[in-house]
């Protein structure tokens, strides 16, 4: 009797980006494609690995997907080395890092897709390939294996469609902004933005190899087969549609956890430390939140300002103020006497589950270096913000809360931050009265997400699905 041939499972093969902002939306892509049905390689590099499981487990003997694989997901995790020995210090050598993510990384991804593409149980499944946006190998590797590739963007449409048309702003000699202050009306699905709200890697023309990352990754994106943003559509409508023009765009967002403050998954690189017991001494909607993200580095006189002006304020606040957030030995960046001015006003942490203290009713306002996912589980939990965003995407994030939403106001007019400014906007945002018309419109973007997760983001996931298939199907009787 002839056998049947069963049908090949589609195999997504998820190789992670190396920084915390990317890691988190990405580990939640997968396991939502998993909880579709779908097979997936997780596979993060092996110095990552090492920092989520050292943190989390103190131990880096663990599969930190086994839990999820326990409650009937097909994910299957391993590791990839970039090359570098794990104690290298990846960020103080950041130039020869990226040059070798750059150059010698695909080489890798290379050799690792081939072994996976060529192993015994390949015959039952059909690869795919899915990236990070700002990953520069995805190209290379589809082409040589003929695989369907998809590019995950982990930032908003607004901010994805300037990169995307980063040949035009050139042309117009508005790249790079160089302090000029313009609004650009040209765009595809932009109505209007000021170069001001610019990422900080379109702002000046100093040229260093992350600007050459960033911007070889958007001449490659434009040939993934499909690109999936985690952004809501009815937030961002005409730049996501307009970006569809183009190539097959879906915003799928907020791409989070099942269990919105539980994640089974560890994708923390630092410990978290719980402060719930704290927040429960708290009345509702009376906490400051304060936290400047995991990446960038800020002048400590912002620090100093920012503290004065907490204590100015005279409202509660949870501060998350990671090690390294001024120089790489900041241990101490606030004193003693100062700690002990804080009393019962505030709490700080070097880090935090952030979904969980946002949901926390105690919470009741978010100032934010403006992260892309800080700002997704912010309205998620109706929380409106105050805005100092730092570096690249950050900057036209701002723009998006304040000038387009209107769920959250600047921390500073200027350039420079003083204590009495900080103070006087906490109290705008904590109090009632001026920030009535703040919580008003964050309760109605907050509904349009919300409305969202079963409705637009659930149709275009599963309208990727029936595409992704079809490519696949495609693909393998080319
Ligand atoms: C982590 O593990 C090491 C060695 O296994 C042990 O000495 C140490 O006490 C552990 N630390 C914590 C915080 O559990
Ligand atoms: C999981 O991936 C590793 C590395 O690619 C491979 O050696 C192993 O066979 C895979 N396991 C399963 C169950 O597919
Ligand atoms: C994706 O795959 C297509 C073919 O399906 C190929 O032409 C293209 O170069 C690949 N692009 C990227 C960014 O991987
Ligand atoms: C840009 O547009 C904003 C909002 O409409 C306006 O307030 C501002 O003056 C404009 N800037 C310039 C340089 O034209």
Excluded at 171 to 180: D, E, S, W
Aim: charged content about 20%; glycine content about 6%.
């Amino acid at each position: 009797m002839a056998e049947i041939e069963s049908p090949r499972k589609p195999h997504a093969i998820m190789i992670s980006f190396h920084l915390q902002g990317h890691i988190i939306p990405f580990v939640n892509l997968a396991i939502k494609l998993a909880s579709k049905g779908f097979t997936i390689t997780f596979v993060h590099n092996e110095f990552i690995h090492h920092q989520i499981s050292k943190s989390q487990y103190n131990s880096t003997q663990v599969d930190i997907f086994s839990e999820a694989r326990n409650s009937g997901l097909d994910i299957n995790y391993t590791t990839i080395s970039d090359g570098f020995p794990l104690e290298f210090d990846r960020g103080g050598n950041l130039n020869q890092f990226a040059e070798s993510f750059l150059i010698d990384f695909p080489t890798r991804v290379d050799e690792f897709v081939g072994k996976i593409l060529h192993s015994q149980s390949s015959s039952s499944y059909n690869y795919f390939l899915i990236a990070d946006t700002l990953c520069v190998w995805p190209a290379k590797i589809a082409k040589k294996y003929n695989i369907v590739n998809v590019s995950f963007w982990t930032e908003p449409a607004l901010v994805f469609s300037l990169y995307y048309h980063l040949d035009l702003l050139r042309k117009n000699g508005h790249v790079p902004a160089n302090g000029l202050e313009e609004n650009i009306t040209y765009i595809p699905g932009i109505q209007s933005i000021s170069t001001k709200d610019f990422m900080s890697y379109l702002q000046g023309s100093e040229s260093t190899i992350i600007h050459t990352i960033m911007f070889a990754a958007f001449e490659e994106v434009k040939n993934a087969d499909f690109i999936l943003c985690n952004t809501v559509q009815e937030l961002e409508a005409e730049a996501v549609s307009a970006l569809n023009e183009n190539q097959p765009f879906y915003a799928v967002g907020p791409v989070f956890p099942t269990d919105f403050s539980e994640s089974t998954v560890a994708r923390s690189l630092l410990p978290e430390s719980d402060s719930t017991e704290w927040l429960k001494t708290k009345s509702p909607g009376s906490v400051l939140y304060v936290s400047f993200g995991s990446l960038a580095k800020i002048d400590e006189h912002v620090i100093l300002e920012v503290a004065e002006g907490l204590l100015l304020s005279e409202v509660n606040f949870l501060w998350v103020l990671r090690p390294g957030t001024v120089s790489c030995d900041d241990d101490e960046i606030l004193t003693v006497g100062y700690k002990n001015r804080i009393k019962d006003q505030g709490l700080i942490v070097p880090w935090c589950k952030q979904n969980l203290v946002l949901s926390n009713p105690a919470i009741g306002g978010f100032l934010t270096h403006c992260g892309w996912n800080s700002i997704l589980e912010s309205i998620w939990c109706g929380v409106p913000m105050i805005c100092y965003p730092l570096f690249t995407d950050q900057i036209t994030n701002r723009k998006l809360v304040v000038d387009d939403w209107k769920i959250g106001i600047n921390l500073c007019g200027g350039i420079s931050v003083s204590r009495e400014e900080v103070a006087e906007k906490i109290k705008i945002l904590m109090g009632g009265g001026k920030s009535d018309g703040l919580k008003e419109e964050m309760k109605s973007v907050r509904n349009m997400m919300q409305n969202a997760l079963d409705g637009s983001s659930e149709r275009n996931f599963d309208q990727f699905l029936k595409d992704l298939k079809a490519k696949i199907l495609s693909k393998t009787k080319d």
